[in-house]
């Protein structure tokens, strides 16, 4: 049977991991933000402190600002004169 509490705890431990990781990423993608006020990143990082997997992903989905890319004009345009 230690077989597989060897598996759980391998498990649970890799969850942390990947759990720290996301938060992380989350906290430093917030702190460098420049869209959001300093209340909001601090609201923001509670938020992701409290409720660690789900705050980052809460983070990574909605507050996080959107890369704008290029977007290419659909319209032809006539050329001049």
Sequence with gaps: MTWGWTVVA????????VTLVLDAAALGSLWTSRRHSRRAKTVWTAVVLALPMAG?????????????????DRRRRRPPG
Excluded: F, Y
Excluded at 10 to 17: H, K
Excluded at 56 to 72: C, K, M, P
């Design 56 to 72: 980052a992903l809460a983070w990574l989905t909605l507050g996080r600002e959107r890369r704008r890319g290029r977007r290419r």
């Design 10 to 17: 391998g498990s649970a431990g890799l969850w942390w991991v």
